[in-house]
């Protein structure tokens, strides 16, 4: 769950689909920067808008929690119920598939190096970044790229094996 933008819990059960409804429990591992590299911890990066999120998740390690209880501690995007769930995910795919592989790319960057930070570092470091790499490259300002393409109602045509 905190190695993504969005994550998605069902709220209970899909008639005759599932065994049983979906859980989370947190492990602590979550709450441990998993390399020696000085990062922040998953949890805490997740977390971040408040401290006090932190402590009332960390308080509940080896808690069982259903969809409803993990999106109050901020540990889902989305707690959906079974009316809501097929079309949300499938707006959520289709609009990743419409993302180019660069864009993509940048999103990844942007997950891999969070934290903190001040109005300079999101100037100079993310929008530099993605000036200089993601609106710079085919993908985006080809004859057939998603800039090119902008409000024409034409879909643009990626090439898949840039990146």
Avoid: C
């Avoid at 501690?73 to 180019?100: M, Q």
């Avoid at 190096?113 to 000036?131: C, D, Y």
């Amino acid at each position: 769950m905190f190695a993504a933008d969005r994550s998605y819990m069902l709220i209970g059960q899909k008639p005759g689909r599932q065994p049983r409804a979906p859980d989370h429990r947190i492990v602590g591992d979550e709450f441990r920067a998993l390399s020696d590299e000085p990062r922040p911890d998953p949890a805490a990066v997740a977390l971040q808008a408040d401290p006090a999120d932190l402590d009332r998740a960390e308080a509940t390690i080896g808690t069982t929690l259903d969809a409803e209880e993990a999106e109050e501690l901020g540990l889902v995007t989305f707690a959906l119920d079974d009316i809501d769930w097929d079309d949300e995910v499938r707006v959520f795919l289709e609009e990743r598939t419409s993302f180019s592989p660069d864009g993509l790319t940048g999103m990844e960057a942007n997950l891999r190096f969070v934290g903190p930070e001040t109005m300079e570092s999101k100037i100079f470091s993310r929008l530099t970044a993605w000036q200089n790499w993601i609106f710079q490259r085919p993908n985006a300002v080809g004859e057939e790229g998603a800039l090119r393409r902008y409000g024409t109602g034409q879909k643009a045509q990626f090439d898949m094996t840039r990146v």
